[in-house]
């Protein structure tokens, strides 16, 4: 996924991961701010229940002071791994993606993130 109106290219591929030890909300992940980085693309996030009993999440983004759901007490089967994205999410310069387990101790959550960075050359060849 491209901006077109800002040249801009990968900066780079990651994956964030957190075991959900507790039921606090939890950082997944923050995109990067600065005059090089302008968005974070989140392609996918797993879920994964390896205690042997079905459990919930709840998937946040906070903005500033703002706080969006995007999944609320979301069912993962027991021992089961959950897609939870179907198209792309983007996050923008330091905002927060947060995860929070019903129950601690029985999930993990990886994601897969694209960082975009502006070009810093605009010159047409």
């Known amino acids: ?10 900066q780079g591929l990651t994956n964030a991961k957190v075991d959900l030890t507790t039921t606090d909300a939890t950082v997944l992940y ?7 980085f302008n968005a974070s693309i989140i392609s996918s996030i797993l879920v994964s229940e390896d ?14 002071s703002d ?3 995007l999944f609320k007490v979301k069912a993962v089967g027991a021992n089961a791994t959950v ?12 905002e927060i993606l947060k995860v ?4 601690g101790n ?4 990886v994601a897969s993130i ?4 502006q070009s810093r050359n605009t010159t047409a060849l």
């Open 1 to 10: 996924m491209l901006i077109t109106s800002i040249p801009q290219y990968i």
């Open 30 to 36: 923050t995109a990067p701010s600065g005059a090089d």
């Open 51 to 64: 205690s042997g009993n079905a459990d919930t999440i709840t998937v946040t983004i906070t903005s500033g």
């Open 67 to 69: 706080v969006f759901s």
């Open 83 to 94: 897609e939870l994205l179907t198209h792309n999410l983007v996050l923008q310069g330091t």
């Open 100 to 103: 929070q387990a019903a129950t």
């Open 106 to 109: 029985r999930l993990h959550v």
């Open 114 to 117: 694209q960082e975009f960075a």
